[in-house]
Structures are given as structure tokens and as C-alpha cells.
């Protein structure tokens, strides 16, 4: 009997452990149901969804923003395919508290994973600005991000404060939070005056409107 229960218990853990692996969708490919511009309670009208994805149309001056996801995450691994106007900038920014009564800008307390026409904006001449780059804090490799017009498929994985993002399945960055080395990594960038800049390390998503036609498709995340 004392076997069976703990059997019984063994795969109840089990079951729950794998259901909060799921993987849930961001983007249903339809609306834009699960998402909000900071500092507003839903998504404005210059962010569509157009044949599955969500676009900033940057002609529309009304309803623009920085746009961020209801739910809160902690751990999670994020993936979603994204792409850029020519000489486009836009970012994909985690741990962002969604408070604009404190903060006035979504990469005031979140991290961004870069994205950007490498060969056509000038921050692609820029060490840590480049596509797939942990923005202003880590280098990736050369060559990993496709040509404009191109798909890229981007993932960031943060597993018990390690952080780790992929783009087109090479490695971009890699660095444990709020270790001395994560924080000498801030003292170096252009956040090192910031009191809030990655402090916490559980927050929204947020995709970013810098004023660029930008594509993202395939959002899904799981919680970890």
C-alpha cells in the first residue's frame, strides 16, 4: 500500500512538473489578446496582426508603444521568429516591472535581446548592439542574423538565474544574473547610472516600438 501511494505521488509530481513545461501561446495569431502598450490597459492601434503576425505599422502615429505581455514571468524559456524592416531597429526586453507610475520606459528595468537590420541601422556598427547581442552587454557571434526580409527564430531561457539567449539556433549570450560578473557587466554599459536597470530578475515581455517596422511570429513561452 505505502508503495502505491508513493508511486501515485511520484507521478502526480511528475504530471504537474510537465504541465507547467507546456508550452502556451503569446500570439494567437488573430488579435492581439494577451498584450498591453505600457502604462495602457490594451495594445494600440499602430501594433496589427496580419497574416498570423504581430506588426508595428510606424505610419500610424496614433497607439504607438512599447508593448508587454499581461502575465508576469520568472523562470521561462521565450521563443518566437521575428523580422526587420530595412535599416530597422525594434528589441525583445524581459523582466520589465509594468509600472509606468515608476518607471517611464520598458528598458528602464528590463533586459533586451537586440533586434536589427545589422547591415542597415548604425547601431549594427556597434560592439553589443547587434542582432541577437544581450543589448549593450554581451557581444554574439558574427553572421548568425538573416538578411532582411528573413526569419529569424529567437529564444531566451532563463533557468534558475541562468540566462541564455539563442538566435537561429547559435548561441548569442550567456551569463548568470546578479552575480558580481552580471554586475560589472551593467557597471560597463550605458545602464551603469540606472538604480532599477535588471534588478529583478522576474517581470513581463515586451516587444519594442523604436519607431521601425518590425515582424514576430510564433510566440510561445513555458514556464520552467
Not at 89 to 105: C, E, L, P, R
Not at 158 to 167: I, W
Not at 196 to 221: C, E, M, P, T
Request: hydrophobic share 35%.
Amino acid at each position: 500500500m505505502k508503495y502505491k501511494m508513493l508511486t501515485a505521488l511520484t507521478l502526480f509530481v511528475c504530471l504537474q512538473v510537465t504541465a507547467q513545461k507546456k508550452w502556451t501561446p503569446l500570439l494567437d495569431g488573430k488579435t492581439t489578446n494577451g498584450w498591453h502598450t505600457y502604462g495602457e490597459k490594451k495594445v494600440g492601434a499602430a501594433w496589427k496582426v496580419v497574416d498570423g503576425s504581430i506588426t508595428l505599422d510606424p505610419t500610424i502615429k496614433e497607439g504607438r508603444g512599447d508593448i508587454v505581455t499581461d502575465e508576469s514571468y520568472n523562470d521561462f524559456q521565450l521563443e518566437l521568429e521575428w523580422k526587420i524592416a530595412k535599416n530597422g531597429n525594434s528589441g525583445i526586453i524581459f523582466f520589465v516591472q509594468d509600472d509606468k507610475t515608476k518607471f517611464n520606459y520598458v528598458w528602464a528595468t528590463g533586459a533586451e535581446m537586440q533586434v536589427l537590420d545589422n547591415d542597415g541601422h548604425p547601431d549594427g556598427k556597434i560592439i553589443k548592439h547587434r542582432a541577437g547581442n544581450l543589448y549593450d552587454l554581451i557581444a554574439g557571434p558574427e553572421g548568425v542574423a538573416k538578411p532582411v526580409g528573413e526569419w529569424n527564430k529567437a529564444t531566451v531561457t532563463n533557468e534558475k538565474g541562468k540566462l541564455t539567449l539563442v538566435l537561429n539556433g547559435v548561441v548569442t549570450a550567456t551569463t548568470t544574473l546578479g552575480d558580481d560578473s552580471w554586475k560589472a557587466l551593467v557597471k560597463q554599459s550605458k545602464f551603469h547610472d540606472s538604480n532599477d536597470f535588471a534588478k529583478i530578475f522576474s517581470g513581463h515581455i515586451s516587444l519594442q516600438d523604436h519607431g521601425d517596422a518590425v515582424w514576430y511570429r510564433n510566440i510561445r513561452i513555458r514556464k520552467l
